[in-house]
């Protein structure tokens, strides 16, 4: 007998959309809804008129959403696919053309210039891979017709309160389909906590405005938890009858600790005081890359919840600013 799943299996996929979006209501009575929200909330009528004008469901958008890759990528593939010697030269040229900035930057957030550039290069890929969706088109149809509805009718709100303040346009307000926009990727939530207008003409513009792209990376960062020159980790190397049962972001000792039991960087000296609390990671288990984190390695979590992400970030930005 075949199943609710087999059966669904057969049908075109827009037309299991059409079917959805009809239990939802009309996207017509969803945006008349956003409006009376956006209203309630302060947003002018006149910045809701031209941001609304004209949008629809986005066919491109859904498909992106429901069809999202299922693969798990191991710690050693995705370091191989994100930390790539092409990123690392576009990004020792990035870091040569903005020195004074991220000097700028550093002095008046006190985050490091490698962990903010690491996060550059790997969210844009340094402001060149940004996103072509329009993010009012992208938020809209999710917050309709998406998976997570709920998530993004809140970022939708937002993306209009953003365009009311007057720092871009709906037309240059352009990211990803799931709506993270410009050069680091912010979500409208985020940009309204995070970004800074750092070059001073009066807009916060994360889009083509290296200072406030750099700028409002390191306001994230220094908001969750980065402060001073310390760095995120180090690479490092295990004695051979080291417990694998004692790693982990949870497990939090000393750095002498560890030291004392015979873990020692893959190259250089320690980093951090023998009394830093620290984890060990080893990501792809025993035999595989293993890494000594401090305590700024928890920012770079709170941008992107991923141990992968956040190694990635400390080696690309080391490698990018050494």
């Known amino acids: 007998m075949p199943t609710r799943r087999s059966v669904l299996a057969t049908i075109p996929a827009a ?11 009309s996207f017509s009575e969803f945006l008349a809804g956003i409006r009376a929200e956006a209203m309630r909330r302060g947003i002018r009528a006149a ?21 999202q890759p299922e693969f798990t990528l191991s710690w050693a593939q995705y370091r191989a696919l994100l ?29 490091s210039p490698g962990v903010i550039t690491g996060i550059w290069g790997l969210e844009s890929s340094y402001g060149t891979k940004n996103g072509d969706f329009r993010v009012v088109d992208a938020l809209a149809t999710l917050a309709w017709n998406g998976r997570r509805a709920s ?4 970022e939708l709100i937002d993306s209009l309160r953003i365009l009311d303040e007057g720092d871009i346009t709906p037309l240059r307000m352009t990211g990803s389909y799931a709506g993270a926009m410009g050069q680091p990727q912010f979500m ?3 940009f309204l906590r995070y970004a800074v207008d750092f070059d001073g003409d009066g807009r916060r513009d994360i889009w083509t405005s290296v200072p406030d792209v750099l700028g409002s990376i390191a306001n994230y960062l220094a908001r969750s938890g980065w402060y001073g020159v310390g760095t995120w980790g180090q690479s490092v190397v295990l004695p ?14 000393p750095l002498g600790e560890w030291a004392r039991e015979g873990v020692r960087p893959l190259s250089g000296a320690w980093r951090a005081a023998p009394g830093t ?46």
């Open 240 to 253: 051979a009858q080291f417990d694998t049962a004692s790693v982990g972001r949870e497990t939090r000792r």
């Open 188 to 190: 409208p939530s985020s």
């Open 83 to 111: 930390v790539t010697e092409q990123r690392i030269v576009a990004g020792r040229a990035a870091v040569a053309r903005n020195r004074a900035v991220l000097a700028a930057v550093r002095e008046r957030f006190d985050v």
């Open 277 to 322: 609390p620290t984890s060990v990671l080893v990501p792809d288990g025993p035999g595989g890359d293993a890494f000594v984190v401090y305590p700024h390695f928890l920012a770079i979590r709170r941008y992107n919840p991923s141990d992968f992400y956040a190694l990635a970030v400390g080696l690309l930005g080391d490698r990018v600013t050494t």
């Open 47 to 67: 910045t809701i008129d031209v941001a609304l004008q004209g949008v629809a469901p986005d066919q491109k958008v859904l498909e992106r959403d429901r069809h």
């Open 15 to 25: 037309l299991v959309a059409s079917a959805t979006s009809a239990a939802r209501g």
């Open 151 to 154: 998530y993004f009718r809140p």
